[in-house]
């Protein structure tokens, strides 16, 4: 994966795949700390992480690690969070 740019309220899943025996242990870092599950980040059991509704502190320096007892590889790149001058608000009436 490259650089992302998005803006704020948008959703990204950026994917991180592995294959290897046993089967790689995925985690995810932002500005090298480690993610953990909560409502900004969703980390999914494929691997991949979910970002709903970004904001612009989420902007960051993302890393995929894949790691088991053979080795580790890793993946880094940068989400860039744009904010969003412009609001939609609707109404139903």
């Known amino acids: 994966m490259s650089n992302l740019t ?7 899943e950026p ?6 025996e046993p089967e790689p242990k995925i985690e995810w870092f932002r500005d090298s700390i ?4 909560n409502v ?4 999914k059991e494929d691997g991949s ?3 709903p509704n970004v904001a612009a ?5 993302y890393t995929c ?10 993946h880094s790149f940068w989400v860039t969070v744009v904010v969003s001058k412009f ?7």
């Open 49 to 51: 992480l979910l970002l």
């Open 15 to 20: 994917e991180c795949t592995a294959t290897g």
């Open 40 to 43: 900004q980040y969703i980390l």
């Open 65 to 74: 690690q894949a790691m088991n007892y053979a080795g580790k590889e890793m």
């Open 6 to 12: 998005t803006y704020t309220g948008a959703s990204v």
């Open 57 to 61: 502190n989420q902007s960051g320096y």
């Open 34 to 37: 480690p993610i953990r599950y």
């Open 87 to 93: 609001k939609i608000k609707v109404f139903i009436f």
